[in-house]
């Protein structure tokens, strides 16, 4: 009696064990990927800041650039700067060594981003190349006569709901 109940006997695996081993491996292979996904995430949105950092930098170097390069040619150290008035947001477009207005419809338009070529990798304005997502606007303020503060700020938009990279200097009209 023994010998017909071990020949029916049938061995393989039950379908709880079947679900267990499905919910384990899910769970091993998901979880990783799921921080992967984030690391990414994360990498991406660290580039755009870094990126936006970078692009606030340039045009404040620009600026300084202009306002050394007046005061080598005996000019005012302001002179060229805001060529509309204080009072008017600009772009600065390092590539073509332009300040431009912007106030005249509104600054933060779809036209008002700066183009991205593929080829040598420079962000800049009214060229060849991708819309990129950075907008960059320049707004001025007297703090005295010898001195004038120059706000830039780099905007983008992206799918967490864009930033702001924002930077502050105040140049003096040195002698």
């Not at 864009?162 to 040195?174: D, E, I, K, Q, T």
């Amino acid at each position: 009696m023994n010998t017909f109940l071990l020949k029916n006997k049938q061995t393989g695996f039950t379908i709880i064990e079947m679900m267990v081993a499905v919910v384990i491996l899910v769970i091993a292979t998901g979880a990783p990927l799921l921080m992967t996904t984030n690391a990414v995430r994360l990498a991406t949105e660290a580039k755009t800041k870094v990126t936006a950092d970078y692009l606030a930098i340039e045009a404040l170097e620009y600026i300084k650039n202009k306002r050394d390069n007046n005061k080598l040619n005996n000019k005012l150290f302001d002179q060229e700067l805001y060529p509309d008035g204080i009072e008017v947001q600009y772009k600065v477009d390092v590539f073509a060594d332009a300040i431009v207005n912007c106030s005249g419809v509104s600054c933060n338009g779809d036209e008002h981003r700066m183009s991205y070529n593929i080829i040598d990798g420079i962000r800049h304005y009214g060229h060849a190349g991708v819309q990129s997502k950075f907008k960059r606007m320049v707004m001025y303020e007297y703090v005295n006569a010898d001195e004038l503060g120059v706000i830039v700020e780099v905007t983008w938009d992206s799918p967490t709901g864009g930033g702001l990279a924002s930077v502050r200097m105040n140049l003096f009209s040195w002698n």
